[in-house]
């Protein structure tokens, strides 16, 4: 029957309508969807096509084929046998697979096919109806939606079938919300199916006549039943009344020729039979009806026609699967459920105190694992089922002592007779310990569970998304889902909505920049590897509280023997001025006991210094030194971070040292610019210096340790070891500088003696030094009378959850998780692994105020992102604002207290807000509070040597920084 013009134009015009404010982000929901709208339409394609459809092939039409992944195009070419059926339903198809069966179909079929598919093997699948009915918010299930419109379209199909949404055990309202879903689909002109495997009294409650009327006004346009439904055909065709849209029935092989069967469907209301592997059979029961007359099927065919001619493929691009994989995050992470929290653990708190363990009941869940790890040490335990298939009881006596204990179900189904045991078991650990149960799957489970003080409900265990449960414990994701319906003791309804604490893990596109710009920095980081600027690095990038880069490149060293991975550890060198040194010194200035203003002296009771001892008070520092007269100290000034020359660089040099010297330059090197006296007397001695001006290098100290002394021993014979060193460690040779290094235990305090009678500059200027911050952490040490190492891991790096980042690495870590940094062919004569690159810091036992620190860059971003925050993170406070304001903001010249400022090696579009410090080995570390950015770059650029200076000859962690700025700029544009 042809639809009147006017009525024709109206509904043309309403639907137009819908779609262009559709497609201008209308955020307002629309009050009408017609109701099966391809019914409203004429098609002379349609009625061309159906009038020349023989009987054998109308019966074709009415059939829907399935096919599994596993099937090849052969196979099904086969099955065929050169039919065209009306449909085909692709199930379990990986993305280029399923295009490729779709553009063989279509080429092929006499009369193109509806193509419907239902879960891809990669991409969105259909979510779960408890899913959809526990998220907070519409907009979720709309934007659930549209991406499932996206990649049906990006894969040429036109039905999307709900396959998950299976009317057992799902209640009216969770049906009744999940079909909300089906709007955005109809929306981008793809019909939409529900499949119910239920009946009788269970299929009246969901699909009565009004429940119908609902459904096709929210989108729904197909169903599928089974032809169990057929035992009473009332059923089907009350359904059929009540519902003008496509109705499917999937056949058993064994039904496909029985006429009967076959005839009860079509009288009844099926449009269309769905069979697997019958086809030959199928095809030639129906012809026999068509041929005979036994049913009227030109309706169904007709209404078929204009579904397939209204959902005909339209031109999509190619499929985005960082989009994909983003939208199907998204809507994991809306679902992730709290139903309760008692004890307020989440998120976790008081990480310092013990590691929590994790007992998991079914598949492990490595991903989860992971993730979990990047925040805190986890132990592990995985339970299996014993002979008698119950699951065994818990030792409680031997968990008792860990918390919290997190159970984690995965798809494991408790029963309350056959595993008491165990659940005797888990309430008992749970009276006796903090236990957090994480159950994974159907709600059903929790029922025999629901006592707990701490649940957490996922419904989705899929590697892509393990990760956000593990996040939402730890405070990375957040939870906003509600239970949609009453399990045991637990409500309708409930649901606990937990806070951001700590850094998220996600794509880019989660803070609004594309992926494929970050690409970048993998192609730089790869050029530095290929020009060999260093064999291997890590990067870390975090935006607004989410790491979304944080990748390993390259290897251990230049023989590729071992890749880098973002847990292993890096001497980070003169980073640890700023990530431990100035850290502890941010802690005692809150706490008064380190006044800036304060002099050095006031923290030491010998501050006596004999002035009568012959001292050289005319040292002249200047830039009229020629090169010649530098070669002396060359070599060792080569293996630190410090270099002092002058303005201009020496002119006697005619070969590539002055070279050298310039690209030197360009790193955490000064050049002092005025001549100065250095003298000592009772005004001008370390100890006079106060503590502001160690922090911010205007100490007039010189930049290095007097340790030239201790760099060039050799006894009689020659040998480094004698008097101040030996190959083996001893009670008196016990201060580790090397692999089989052991310096003498009292030079210690030969140094320390040394250092208090280094000279002053006359003049307050500007020079980076080790010495400050070797000096202000004596005074740190003796204020807590306890060495650097342990006040950080107690105040700090505990209770914050980093697990690598630390002094004397080899004390904590197996070797092979630590970088080799440079050869030390001139004093330890060794390959440094594991022991500290710079001298200074070695002849104090690895633990130094200037360099020592060994960390992951992962570990150095959530130290970073805690100061970002203004001092909170996980909960926990660790430092005022105030205070962090004070440090990084600019004091004298570009320093700040402890931090370096612009201009650095930074990127160009670096804010003047932005704060961090550089290290010698080739590490960077700067936060941008405008751009909510931390950047972390780790390398080991001094392996082999110390004197390749390529990483800043390219300018490799300047580039990268601008990859992250251009990344940022070019997605705030689109």
Known sequence: ???????????????????????????????????????????????????????????????????????????????????????????????????????????????????????????????????????????????????????????????????????KGYTPEMIEKSVQIFRPIVRSHLLS??????????????????????????GLTSAIVSSSILEDDSTLIAMRNAFQGLILMTLPDSLASDLGILTQALASGADMLIVRDSVKSLHASLTQLVANGGVNVRPRLKKLMLAKYWSRPHYTPALDSIRFNQLNRRFNE??????????????????????????????????????????????TRYLKKEDSENWPSLKVSRLQGNEPVIVALNHVELDSIADSTFLQSLGELAKRTKVILLNIGPLSQLAAVSDLPTILH?????????????????????????LPMAVGRLEEGTGVRTPLARLGYEQPEAVGIRSDLMKRIDTIARIAIGRKALPGCQVFVAKNGKVIYSKAFGHHTYDRRRPVRTTDLYDIASVTKVAATTLAAMK?????????????????EDTFIELDAPIDEHAILSDTFSFAEFADSLRVWEATDVLVVGDSLPQKATDDSTKLWAELLNDTLIAVHHPVRMTLSVTSNIFAVR?????????????????LPYLNHRDASGSRFGAYYSPEKTDSFSIEVARNFYMRNDLADSLWLAM????????????????????????????????????LEATFYRELGLNAICYKPLDRFKKDRIIPSAHDLNWRRQLLHGHVHDPSAALMGGISGNAGLFATANDLGVLYQMLLNGGVYGGKRFLEPETIKLFTSP????????????????????????????????????????????????????????KNWRINRLRIRQRIHDAIYDAIEAGLES
């Open 1 to 167: 029957m042809r639809v009147k013009p006017i009525i024709l134009a109206s509904v043309v015009f309403s639907i137009t309508v819908l779609m262009v404010s559709l497609y201008l982000g209308s955020k307002r929901e629309a009050a009408y969807i017609t109701p099966i709208p391809y019914l409203y339409i004429e098609s002379e394609w349609a009625d061309s096509v159906l009038s020349e459809l023989d009987a054998s092939q109308q019966a074709a039409q009415l059939m829907m084929i399935q096919t599994r992944g596993v099937e090849s195009i052969d196979s099904f070419i086969t099955r065929l046998d050169g039919r065209s059926p009306g449909g085909v339903w692709l199930s379990g198809f990986p993305f280029q697979t399923q295009t490729t069966f779709v553009e063989w179909v279509q080429h092929r079929m006499a009369v193109p096919a509806l193509i419907a598919i239902d879960e891809p093997l990669q991409g969105l699948g259909f979510p779960d109806p408890m899913a959809l009915a526990s998220v907070a918010t519409d907009s979720q299930i709309n934007f659930i939606g549209t991406g499932l419109a996206l990649q049906a379209r990006t894969l040429g199909a036109q039905l999307q079938i709900s396959k998950s949404l299976m009317c």
């Open 193 to 218: 199916g529900m499949e119910c495997d239920c009946k009788g009294n269970e299929f009246d409650q969901i699909f009565k006549e009004e429940k119908l009327k609902a459904f096709s006004q929210d």
């Open 334 to 379: 809306a679902t992730l459920t709290v139903v309760k929290d008692d004890l307020k653990q989440i998120p976790l708190t008081k990480l310092a105190e013990k590691a929590p363990l994790l007992i998991t009941l079914g598949e492990r869940l490595p991903r989860f694992e992971t993730f979990f790890s990047y925040y805190t040490h986890l132990d």
């Open 458 to 482: 996922v419904y989705n265990a899929h590697p892509s998304v393990q990760d956000l449960p593990a996040q939402l414990l730890m405070g990375g994701a957040r939870a906003r889902a509600r």
């Open 588 to 604: 005692l200035y809150e706490q008064k006991k380190l006044p800036l203003s304060a002099s050095l002296g006031e923290f030491f």
């Open 691 to 707: 503590i502001s001006e160690l922090l911010t290098h205007h100490s007039g100290l010189q930049p290095a340790l007097p340790i």
């Open 756 to 791: 208090k009678y280094m000279r002053r500059y006359n003049r307050k200027i500007y020079q980076y030094s080790d010495v400050n911050m070797v000096l202000l952490q004596r005074a740190i040490d003796t204020i807590n009378d306890a060495n650097l190492s342990d006040y």
């Open 891 to 946: 004091q004298q010249g570009h320093r700040g207290f402890g931090f370096d400022r612009p201009p650095s090696i930074v990127g160009r579009q670096a804010s003047r807000r932005s704060y961090g410090h550089t290290g010698f080995t080739g590490t960077c570390v700067w936060v941008d509070p405008q751009h909510q950015l931390v950047y972390i770059f780790l390398s080991n650029r001094v392996y082999p040597s110390e």
